[in-house]
């Protein structure tokens, strides 16, 4: 499973003045921030959570497959849709991709055949921008659907979410095929995505179009976001995509 590189040029209304990565393990394309600002010079690559540790649990989250590999991350919002990253789905093909549930993405305990896969209409891979995406399956998921968040403000920063994924443990790209979970707190707030810079914990290859949960009473999640991009190393910082500001485009495939 090898990483797709490509060289462009973004700008980030995040202040983010660094080298972007998108973080698909094998996925097609590349892609850039769409909050504006600065242009900056961007690469595209893949992701996993580097800091965190695996688990058996968050049953509505799992790895979106190709020929039996684990290349993204994806979570049930609805009992045949899965949310994910637009740049996991751009220019693949539904035949090819199955939904595996279970914390080895290699040795699912569930495998569901995928329909459709329908990227953001407006996603641009140069820019990164409008990076969601949704995953129609063949047939209801034997797990729960999260809800998605319905709002979110600079006031969110600075709180914990808990970011899951099937992605590597470094930016060397090892350690991937295992979900695993880690809380960050969120650092900065744009109008359709969020930042997170904590050096020692993150999103890397293979974590893209996971979820970012935000945990309330009794251990109940709710979807804030999807793992868009990050640095190259996975040590530096990382972006997700706000699901709050594409809802309508969620709530029409529901």
Same mark, same amino acid.
């Given at each position: 499973?090898?990483?797709?590189? #490509? %060289?462009?040029? /973004?700008?980030?209304?995040?202040? $983010? +003045?660094? @080298?972007l990565?998108? *973080?698909?393990?094998?996925?097609?394309?590349?892609?850039?921030?769409?909050?504006?600002?600065?242009?900056?010079?961007?690469?595209?690559?893949?992701?996993?959570?580097?800091g965190?540790?695996?688990?058996?649990?968050?049953?509505?989250?799992?790895a979106?497959?190709?020929?039996?590999?684990?290349? #993204? %991350?994806?979570? /049930?919002?609805?009992?045949?849709? $899965? +949310?994910? @990253?637009?740049?996991? *789905?751009?220019?693949?093909?539904?035949?090819?991709?199955?939904?595996?549930?279970?914390?080895?993405?290699f040795?699912?305990?569930?495998?569901?055949s995928?329909?459709?896969?329908?990227?953001?209409?407006?996603?641009?891979?140069?820019?990164?921008?409008?990076?969601?995406?949704v995953?129609?399956?063949?047939?209801?998921?034997?797990?729960?659907?999260?809800p $998605?968040?319905?709002?979110?403000?600079?006031?969110?920063v600075?709180?914990?979410?808990?970011f899951?994924?099937?992605?590597?443990?470094?930016?060397?790209?090892r350690?991937?095929?295992?979900?695993?979970?880690?809380?960050?707190?969120?650092?900065?707030?744009?109008?359709?995505?969020?930042?997170?810079?904590?050096?020692?914990?993150?999103?890397?290859?293979?974590?893209?179009?996971?979820?970012?949960?935000?945990?309330?009473?009794d251990?109940?999640?709710?979807?804030?976001?999807v793992?868009?991009?990050?640095?190259s190393?996975?040590?530096?910082?990382?972006?997700?995509?706000?699901?709050?500001?594409?809802?309508?485009?969620?709530?029409?495939?529901?």
């Open positions: 499973m090898l990483a797709s590189h #490509c %060289t462009s040029s /973004v700008k980030s209304s995040l202040n $983010v +003045a660094l @080298a990565v998108a *973080l698909a393990l094998a996925a097609p394309g590349c892609a850039l921030a769409g909050d504006d600002n600065a242009d900056e010079p961007v690469e595209s690559a893949a992701s996993s959570i580097v965190g540790q695996a688990t058996s649990g968050f049953v509505s989250v799992g979106l497959t190709r020929f039996g590999s684990p290349f #993204c %991350t994806g979570t /049930v919002i609805a009992p045949r849709l $899965v +949310a994910t @990253a637009a740049h996991c *789905l751009d220019g693949v093909r539904a035949s090819t991709v199955r939904f595996a549930l279970g914390p080895n993405g040795a699912p305990q569930a495998t569901l995928v329909v459709e896969v329908i990227p953001h209409p407006q996603y641009d891979a140069r820019r990164i921008s409008n990076d969601i995406g995953v129609v399956l063949g047939q209801d998921a034997p797990v729960p659907a999260v $998605v968040n319905a709002s979110m403000d600079a006031g969110w600075g709180r914990q979410l808990v899951v994924g099937y992605g590597a443990t470094s930016g060397s790209g350690g991937g095929g295992t979900k695993r979970a880690v809380a960050i707190p969120i650092a900065q707030v744009g109008a359709t995505q969020f930042a997170y810079t904590d050096r020692a914990r993150n999103t890397c290859f293979g974590d893209s179009g996971g979820p970012a949960f935000a945990v309330g009473e251990n109940a999640l709710t979807l804030v976001g793992t868009s991009y990050g640095d190393a996975c040590a530096r910082f990382g972006v997700d995509t706000r699901v709050d500001a594409y809802r309508a485009f969620l709530d029409a495939r529901r």
